[in-house]
């Protein structure tokens, strides 16, 4: 296991017209004395400009990556991740632009990720009374899919955009694997991971709507991209049975 010593965080948010939001994500984020790789997807000039004075503002703490053509979230967020790694940062926290998640909570999943250092740290939504029950069933089809795809109900939530990742272990896997890089990408970072062999720690959070109220989620496309992985996934589990089963008999007989 890394020393205590070894252990040295920083934040990877991706960006795409979250001008309204951003700034005050990253003071949030900045207010934990976290550096924060900012990657701007493309942008518009207006989030452009405000991305290119919030890295000004913070010189030493921001690092402002930019894509030329929109990647997805997904590609956004592997760029983040591949420049901490190559940082030297050991773990990096994904938080998403738009304010939806629970900055205060920051503390607690560094606490988590300081003490399982080869977990990830998976935020796990909780939501109030006022969330759409159609955005629920359709998160819920997808959980269904992801215990199924690992044959445990190890990942509570795969969707959630708010979690730690070891880098080592991500970068082998990306060394190896090219991964979606929409919508898609969260689900099956995570679902690889687990197949890998990396353990999934679940911390509630507190999830609300975004504060700038812009969604960049395509009905169309992200669920036939969604839809597409699911399958995917499910015939690299039946290739991985034996040894997720395995995996699955050596936990419960240690439970015991």
Same mark, same amino acid.
């Given at each position: 296991?890394?020393?205590?010593?070894?252990?040295?965080?920083?934040?990877?948010?991706?960006?795409?017209?979250?001008?309204?939001?951003?700034?005050?994500?990253?003071?949030?984020?900045?207010?934990?004395?976290?550096?924060?790789?900012?990657?701007?997807?493309?942008?518009?000039?207006?989030?452009?400009?405000?991305?290119?004075?919030?890295?000004?503002?913070?010189?030493?703490?921001?690092?402002?990556?930019?894509?030329?053509?929109?990647?997805?979230?997904?590609?956004?967020?592997?760029?983040?991740?591949? &420049?901490?790694?190559?940082?030297?940062?050991? &773990?990096?926290?994904?938080?998403?632009?738009?304010?939806?998640?629970?900055?205060?909570?920051?503390?607690?999943?560094?606490?988590?990720?300081?003490?399982?250092?080869?977990?990830?740290?998976?935020?796990?939504?909780?939501?109030?009374?006022?969330?759409?029950?159609?955005?629920?069933?359709?998160?819920?089809?997808?959980?269904?899919?992801?215990?199924?795809?690992?044959?445990?109900?190890?990942?509570?939530?795969?969707?959630?955009?708010? /979690?730690?990742?070891? !880098?080592?272990?991500?970068? /082998?896997?990306?060394? /190896?694997?090219?991964?979606?890089?929409?919508?898609?990408?969260?689900?099956?970072? !995570?679902? #690889?991971?687990?197949?890998?062999?990396?353990?999934?720690?679940?911390?509630?959070?507190?999830?609300?709507?975004?504060?700038?109220?812009?969604?960049?989620?395509?009905?169309?496309?992200?669920?036939?991209?969604?839809?597409?992985? &699911?399958?995917?996934?499910?015939?690299?589990?039946?290739?991985?049975?034996? #040894?997720?089963?395995?995996?699955?008999?050596?936990?419960?007989?240690?439970?015991?």
């Amino acid at each position: 296991m890394p020393q205590a010593e070894q252990f040295k965080p920083c934040a990877v948010i991706p960006v795409y017209d979250h001008e309204h939001a951003i700034g005050t994500v990253l003071a949030a984020v900045l207010a934990h004395q976290l550096p924060c790789v900012l990657v701007d997807d493309a942008s518009s000039a207006p989030c452009a400009a405000v991305l290119d004075e919030l890295a000004r503002a913070h010189p030493g703490m921001v690092t402002l990556l930019r894509h030329a053509v929109n990647r997805g979230k997904g590609g956004a967020v592997l760029t983040g991740l591949r &420049h901490a790694a190559a940082a030297g940062y050991t &773990h990096a926290l994904q938080i998403d632009a738009d304010g939806q998640h629970c900055t205060g909570d920051i503390p607690r999943f560094l606490q988590q990720a300081a003490a399982q250092p080869r977990s990830v740290i998976a935020g796990c939504p909780q939501y109030d009374e006022s969330v759409p029950p159609v955005r629920l069933y359709a998160r819920y089809l997808t959980h269904v899919w992801v215990w199924i795809n690992t044959l445990s109900l190890d990942i509570k939530d795969s969707m959630c955009g708010f /979690r730690v990742y070891p !880098l080592p272990s991500l970068m /082998r896997l990306v060394q /190896r694997r090219k991964l979606g890089e929409r919508m898609d990408f969260d689900t099956e970072v !995570l679902v #690889r991971l687990y197949w890998d062999g990396v353990s999934v720690v679940n911390l509630p959070t507190r999830v609300t709507y975004p504060l700038d109220g812009v969604s960049h989620f395509r009905m169309g496309l992200d669920n036939l991209l969604i839809s597409r992985l &699911h399958a995917t996934l499910f015939f690299g589990m039946l290739l991985r049975a034996p #040894r997720l089963l395995g995996r699955r008999l050596r936990l419960t007989r240690g439970q015991a």
